[in-house]
């Protein structure tokens, strides 16, 4: 046993080295009975053990002393995982990757594309810092859900072309392949859950400040602690900011706060709030920049090149805040209730480009949108193990029901004359902002309520887990007059199987099947029937893989194949959903200590993605911007001659890819390198840690896509910095 040194603290925060958990491997933020509670944060505990200041934590009779290891058991960290209840990645037969608050904050990651730069089968496929449509990612080849494809806390929020600032969340978790049985309608491709940083018993204070080129000033404050003696209300309070001028001649005003709070009613009865708040103003940014039918490939352009309108502007206000209680009834056994509200206002007067040769050429229109999205959603769940003969048994069974409401703007759209221009000469000036009048109306009405079930057999080395979910879909379109256009009325089982087989205790085999359902697509803003909506889609995905934990190695290989409902946009401009898509391929990560001082990381994935069946033209052509190829490698190494000093260096290649359903126009390929380092001192018997680092340091032109034709210049070279203090 030792105390959380200089050192310790050091390793903690290099990329896949942390410290073991404390007391228990279900280690939370609090003492209620989280572990087997899947809205629970289960590994803040650890994580936040890294980030304060060498002691002892003691509450009331009990003393926690934390044992620091040279390598984390990065695979048996406790995940939640909806209806599949509390597991580790190691026992989880799906592929499934969380990066913590250590990992984020030596990355000097700002956004969900920098946080999953290194995680096989994830694909950055936006810029949000050049545009204001939001950072975001493809997993598995498949964009994620926009209205249930990203949650907080294990609930559904509306990621409708916005950012979530990382500071305020102690992991960000993905799940791929499993979401639909896991959280209900969804991509098929996988969930993001973003887990807000949980209450803490003993008192915490950090600050941070920072700064990102060219003029962006990022700060935070994140303080926590018990409000009583008995340590039974315990509290976290984050606020963070980025203000300033962008490299794009844009400018951003990000301020976000969270509150979490846990109240031990009695030691088996807990009660739980957690909120966040986040208010987003963007100037000069534009809303979509896309290839007209016909253009070739378009030469890559930096990242500093202008493309939003000077008055331009976008803001996104939302709240989210979830309450709820935690029971542990019997010896084994638990149960929660938690009720999620979430609403977003995101307005957005702006313009949008089109380019029309490949050497830059565009016209330019004013645009306007506004959107409100509002979630209600309530999660009762019942989890327990008992043991019938040899055989122990894990049983989950829960109910979901969600209510989601769309409003739009029956103005939104592309609107005025055209302006032209070249993106090498001037700055587009037409936009909406000076003549923003939306009108609202209801868009779609989304109502879900789903019972779920599962159970898992373990006998020795094997682990046999049944489940399904029903789910009672609802869905209502409307016109923009009012009138209902649509309705779809699913009510699908999708079942799950999963095979284990432990080889040995630190090498587990597996095989799953899955079938999911999600909501239909939706027309873009540069198709030609922009707004319309498709029914529920069903897909079905096979996976096998191995995953591997030893003291100074951990690594996995998954091999997949999903098959679901294809959605494109054809030669006449028009966003279709037809035929079939199947995706199949193979993902491998492993992370090495080869020496006390060093520690590398790689991944690799290849993806075989086509349209199997779909209008004559497209039939066996490969999926538009979904990368076939996929490698990251990187590599922190502390350097023993200068006490607290440690270096690492990383690069993503993604190979070149469609632009077009039609495969007429190819992405090329690109190589993004990134370097940084840490130097640690104490200042005061309190830890202090400086950062710097530099993204893409050879100042590569990329292009990233949604698909679609949409394109997005990727970020040019990018200076970041910042200082940490622990009181």
Do not use: C
Request: aromatic share 12%; net charge positive; charged share 15%.
């Amino acid at each position: 046993m030792a105390h959380i040194g200089l050192r310790s603290f050091l390793i903690a925060s290099l990329s896949g080295i942390s410290t073991a958990h404390a007391a228990t491997p279900h280690a939370s933020g609090d003492h209620a009975p989280r572990k087997i509670n899947p809205q629970v944060k289960t590994a803040p505990k650890a994580a936040e053990k890294h980030a304060v200041a060498p002691k002892h934590v003691t509450g009331g009779s009990e003393v926690i002393t934390v044992r620091t290891v040279r390598n984390a058991p990065r695979l048996a960290r406790h995940v939640p995982l909806g209806a599949l209840g509390n597991r580790s990645e190691f026992d989880t037969p799906f592929s499934v990757s969380s990066v913590s608050a250590a990992k984020i904050e030596a990355m000097q990651a700002s956004d969900i594309n920098d946080v999953m730069r290194y995680e096989p089968g994830v694909q950055a496929n936006s810029n949000g810092t050049s545009t204001a449509s939001g950072s975001s990612v493809r997993v598995r080849g498949l964009n994620l859900d926009w209205t249930n494809g990203y949650k907080i806390d294990g609930m559904a929020i509306p990621y409708w072309y916005i950012d979530l600032p990382v500071a305020n969340f102690d992991t960000i978790q993905v799940f791929k392949g499993a979401s639909a049985f896991m959280y209900g309608f969804g991509s098929p491709g996988g969930v993001l859950d973003y887990r807000l940083k949980a209450p803490v018993e003993s008192r915490k204070v950090t600050l941070e400040a920072g700064y990102r080129s060219d003029a962006v000033f990022r700060q935070m404050l994140d303080v926590g602690g018990s409000l009583d003696s008995a340590h039974r209300v315990q509290t976290r309070l984050t606020f963070a900011s980025e203000v300033g001028n962008q490299y794009n001649a844009s400018f951003l005003r990000n301020l976000s706060t969270s509150f979490t709070t846990n109240v031990r009613i009695t030691d088996k009865l807990h009660w739980r709030f957690n909120s966040f708040y986040l208010n987003t103003l963007q100037k000069g940014m534009v809303n979509t920049i896309a290839s007209a039918n016909g253009v070739g490939a378009i030469e890559t352009i930096s990242g500093r090149s202008v493309f939003g309108a000077k008055d331009s502007w976008k803001t996104n206000d939302m709240k989210r805040f979830s309450t709820g209680f935690d029971w542990e009834f019997a010896k084994n056994w638990s149960a929660a209730l938690t009720y999620g509200y979430t609403h977003l206002n995101e307005q957005f007067p702006s313009n949008q480009i089109t380019f029309t040769s490949p050497d830059g050429d565009y016209y330019n229109q004013a645009f306007e949108q506004k959107r409100v999205l509002t979630y209600h959603q309530v999660d009762a769940i019942t989890q327990g193990h008992f043991m019938t003969g040899p055989v122990r048994q894990d049983v989950i069974v829960g109910i979901t029901w969600l209510r989601q409401m769309f409003d739009a703007d029956a103005n939104s759209g592309a609107l005025g004359p055209l302006e032209y221009g070249n993106i090498h000469d001037g700055r587009p000036i037409i936009s909406n902002a000076t003549n923003f009048n939306p009108r609202m109306y209801r868009y779609i009405d989304y109502q879900q309520v789903a019972p779920f079930w599962s159970d898992t057999f373990s006998y020795g080395k094997w682990s046999l887990m049944a489940g399904a979910r029903y789910t009672d879909y609802m869905e209502n379109d409307y016109s923009k007059t009012g009138s209902r256009t649509a309705a779809h009325r699913n009510n699908p089982v999708t079942p799950v199987v999963s095979l284990s087989y432990k080889i040995t205790p630190e090498i587990n085999a597996y095989f799953s099947w899955v079938q999911a359902m999600q909501a239909g697509g939706q027309a873009g803003s540069s198709n030609v029937n922009y707004m319309q909506v498709f029914g529920p889609i069903r897909s079905d995905q096979y996976e096998a893989g191995i995953k591997v934990q030893r003291k100074t190695f951990s690594g996995t290989l998954a091999v997949f194949r999903m098959d679901t409902g294809a959605a494109y946009t054809n030669a006449q401009n028009y966003y279709v959903q037809d035929g079939k898509s199947r995706y199949q391929g193979v993902e491998a990560s492993a992370s090495w200590l080869l020496t006390r001082d060093l520690n590398v990381n790689g991944s690799l994935a290849y993806l075989d993605a086509r349209y199997v069946k779909a209008a004559v033209g497209y039939a066996g052509h490969k999926l538009e911007a979904v990368a076939p190829f996929q490698a990251a490698f990187n590599a922190d190494y502390r350097i023993r001659p200068v006490k607290g000093l440690s270096v690492n260096a990383g690069f993503n290649f993604v190979s070149r890819n469609w632009l077009d359903a039609a495969n007429t126009i190819r992405l090329p390929s690109y190589i993004v390198g990134n370097v940084g380092a840490s130097y640690a001192v104490n200042v005061g018997g309190h830890p202090m840690v400086f950062r710097a680092a530099v993204e893409n340091v050879g100042n590569v032109r990329y292009w990233l896509s949604r698909g679609n034709r949409n394109l997005f210049p990727g970020a040019p070279r990018t200076v970041t910095l910042s200082a940490r203090f622990d009181l």
